[in-house]
């Protein structure tokens, strides 16, 4: 196990779950202002250590690791300005099953949910969910990813310096740490990952029927239409595609062109890719601003789809050389990318795009229900008319006109996948009831004499008037 993830005792997995469940009551009754209060205090502790973050973000994926944090701030401050409005009671319409009665729902903690990280953006990830999950009451353990240690100890020094280690348990290790967890009962799981493991939590989660939030990414389409601004958008898919060196969830993984613009399209796309991070002609291995794969292991596995491809008849229009040891992928361009590649269905992560012509956006959206939905799905097109047909005639977790990977910055949108790319959502008030309960509840009259009629046994003919009443349709 590395030096930096050590792993709590296995025994203390238990101990751990027992105190924060006994605060469970307590946190359920914390104030909006209790609650923004400890967001604030959240955010005030990745301010102070952001020198130390951005280090750790330099030393494992070659990347400021402060650039992660710029979401953090805006997505505090949207929490604490609606907190107290979104815990109120929510009214629900008035139908004529209440025949008056009161109606609405109270929104309630889930209890102890367990969140476990991934390592492309390790505190931003760590931390953006548990946002939602503190401001909707609840006790949190937390597990960062191994694989990004240096960022999972800087996760645990802001917890504590926050002050907020009390109801949010940082347990750092491996995959037999996060198996171990999973055997306990949660209220809720979060994970976010691949599906490979997301099935894992699923399974776990029913032997408790733990609530489940999965965000897995996909294989996410960019369309490029006949009548699409070029420069724009090459610009926009060349600098999404290589942040954090590809190693983002809502990465445009491949190219949907229309063949009258393929051509032109790809060459700008070439242009644009060497202008941002080729500049001085010296080697993209030589520029700072394109990050590296998080190790070695990540770094083969994206070789071998290259060489996969390549090996069956795929074109390389662009990049293909491999480091390893540097953990660099150059960035990639691949044509005459054919179903039978293990690139076509599985999700690159990394600096490389396939490129794949059609004529017809109905071709377009054929070649695109091939795979299972993808986390995002972008459309490129100066037209209304076609923008909104692919919004209509696809599938995917979120989507995007005109630019990429965008929608996970709203925070008055909920994000998450569909199916495969993910079950539920996070971020503004879809978070907060993502990792809340909504319970309905139903009041009658305070004073029986004033409330709605009711019939008791033996019914007097007049129930079954009602009763007729009721099942007659309206005309």
Known sequence: MNQYAPVVEANAYQDVFDRLNALTPALARTTAAERAAKLRALYQAVYDLRAEIGQAGLDELGMDGKLHLIPLKGEIDFFCERLESWMGNEAVEDVPALQGRKAYVHWE???????????????LISLSPLISMIAAGNAVVLKPSEVAPLSAEMVRQ????????????VITGGPEVAGALLKLPFNHICYVGNNRVGRLVMEAAAQHFAGVTLEMGGKNPAVIERDVDIEDAASKIAFVRHLIAGQVCLCPDYLMVHESVKDAYVDTLKAKINAFYNPAGEGFQASADLPRII?????LRIKALIDDAVGKGARVLMGGEVDPAARFVSPTILDNVTEDMEIFQEEVFGPVLTVHGFSTR???????????????????????????WYIENTRSGTAAVNNAAIQANIATLPFG???HSGIGRLGGKAGFQEFSNGRAVVEDALDPSQGAMMFYPPFPPEAAMFIEHLLTPDT
Request: charged share 25%.
């Open 109 to 123: 903690p889930k209890g102890v949910v367990l969140h476990l990280s991934t390592w492309n953006s390790p505190v």
């Open 158 to 169: 802001v917890i504590e310096k926050a002050g907020l280690a009390n109801e949010v348990a």
């Open 295 to 299: 190790n070695e292991r990540h770094t």
């Open 362 to 388: 109905e071709e377009a959206a054929r070649e695109i229900a091939k795979r299972p939905k993808p986390l995002g799905l972008y459309v490129f097109t100066q037209d209304r008319e076609t923008a909104d």
């Open 417 to 419: 996948g569909s199916n």
